[in-house]
């Protein structure tokens, strides 16, 4: 697998996983896990984007 394909692949997975930690943190009225859900999918749409640039640049 190329690395532009994994790393968006990647990238989405933990957009997914990051949506979910923050839903999970409202649902719970517990603000830590509500802010590491925020940070991954952050995490998650910046490495779907180095993917992004990665396949454009051809590598």
């Known amino acids: 697998m190329k690395s532009s394909t994994k790393d968006q692949a990647e ?3 933990h957009k997914a996983k990051g949506e979910l930690r923050e ?3 409202k649902l719970s009225m517990k603000s830590k ?3 590491e859900g925020k940070d991954e999918k952050i995490a998650g749409k910046v490495q779907e984007k180095i993917g992004q640039v990665e396949k454009v ?3």
């Open 11 to 13: 990238g989405k997975f």
């Open 23 to 25: 839903i999970a943190g």
């Open 33 to 35: 896990l509500e802010a």
């Open 57 to 59: 640049l051809g590598k």
